[in-house]
C-alpha cells in the first residue's frame, strides 16, 4: 500500500511554538478519514495507520495506543483493528455550538428545506475541498448525505463554484493549481479552461447548477453567503435527483430559493454582528 499523506497545514518556516508530537497524534487521527475516503476503509489495522499516516509503525503503535486510552480510538480486540470512538463527536459538539454562523444558518436551513421537500446544506472551503458543516437532509437521502463533515472537490461541485467565483483572482487561481481534477463521474468537466468558464458563469450569475458532476443523477444548485466586502466564505447547497427534477425545474424552483436563503444568511449573519 502506498503511503497517503494526510491533509495538513503547509510550514514555510520553523515554528518555535509548533509541537511535532501533537502533529503526529492528529495525523493518526487523519489516516481514518483517508483510509475511508480513499480505500474504503472503516476499520485500519496498526500496519495501514503507519502507511497511511507516513509514522514508523512504532510511533503509531504509541499514539494509537494513547489516543485509545483518551478514547478517541477504540479497538476491536477479536481482528486488532482501530476505529473511531465515540469521544471525537465532542470536537464536532464544540465546534458547532461556537460557531455563530451555523447558529444563524440553521433555522433558516430548515425553513429552506420544506419549501419543496428538499435537503439543504452550508458548505464552507477548505484547501482545495468544500467541506460540508451543515446538512438538513430529505426524508429519502442516503446515509452519507446525511452526515456533515463530507469533502468534495471545489473544482466540480456547485457549492466549490460559487466561493471560487467570489475569491480573489490569486485565491483561485492557487486553489485550482493545486487541486487535482480527476472525474467523479463520467460527466464531470476536468479541462481547467472549461472549469474557469463555469466559475466566471457563476460569477456572472450569482449561482451554480451541477448536473451529475460529482454524483450521477444529483443535480445541485449552490449561491454563496457573503461577507461585507462580497467575499464568499460559505455556500448554501441544494441536492435533487433525476428523474423527478430537471434542469429546467431547478431553474424555476430550486434557483430563487438556493439565492434567497444564501442572501438571508448573509444579511443576518452581519446585521447580527
Known sequence: MAVIRHDSPARERPDTL???SVEKGFAVLHAFRTGQRELGLRDLSLS???QISGLEKSASQ???NTLVKLGYLE???RTRRYRPAL????FYYTYMVSNRLAEIAMPRLIEASQKHGTTVNLCEQVGTDVIYTI?????KAFFRATVPGRRMPAYCTAPGLVILANRTEEETETILSTSIMEPMTKWTITEPKQVRKRIEDARRDGYSISAQQSMV??????APVL???GRAFAAVQIPVYMPEWTTEMVEEKIVPLVIETARAISGSYFSES
Open 18 to 20: 509548533f509541537v511535532g
Open 217 to 222: 443523477h444529483e443535480i445541485s444548485t449552490a
Open 135 to 139: 446538512r438538513v437532509p430529505h426524508q
Open 48 to 50: 495501514q495507520i503507519s
Open 75 to 77: 479497538k476491536d480486540e
Open 87 to 90: 469521544g471525537l463527536i465532542d
Open 227 to 229: 461577507d461585507s466586502e
Open 62 to 64: 504509541r499514539f494509537t
